[in-house]
């Protein structure tokens, strides 16, 4: 069974730093690009970061470039997004997103087959 569950979620200040972490099983890892979105209610889902495991190409949105960094460990099957410098803008409710097959580079506009069930960040100004 496929699982992605996401984790590292809360309520901060404006400017501090958060990491959220996707841990996944039941498909072999690098095989597949992991993506984040998000999403505020009433709004459509957003396209944050993506990475490839397999050759380790990442892709951010320009909202977030330069701010937040994806990175991937094989070896503990978990993709992380280290969120700097955070903006009242950034609350949301954050997915991570898995689709397989070959993806250099990621894309955030691919069909996602898997999905997490987000969690919660709040950034206070």
């Known amino acids: 069974e496929v699982q992605l569950v996401e984790s590292g979620g809360g309520l901060v200040q404006a400017g501090t730093s958060l990491r959220l972490s996707c841990a996944a099983s039941?498909?072999?890892?690098?095989?597949?690009?992991i993506a984040w979105f998000r999403q505020v209610a009433g709004k459509e889902r957003e396209g944050v970061s993506c990475?490839?495991?397999?050759?380790?190409?990442?892709y951010y949105a320009d909202s977030v470039k330069g701010r937040f960094t994806i990175s991937s460990d094989s070896a503990k099957n978990t993709v992380y997004l280290q969120m700097n410098s955070l903006k009242s803008e950034d609350t949301a409710v954050y997915y991570c997103?898995?689709?397989?097959?070959?993806?250099?580079?990621?894309?955030?506009?691919?069909?996602?087959?898997?999905w997490g069930q987000g969690t919660q960040v709040t950034v206070s100004s």
């Open positions: 997103a898995a689709v397989g097959g070959w993806h250099s580079p990621c894309d955030l506009g691919d069909e996602y087959d898997y």
């Open positions: 039941g498909f072999t890892f690098d095989d597949y690009a």
């Open positions: 990475v490839w495991s397999s050759d380790g190409n990442t």
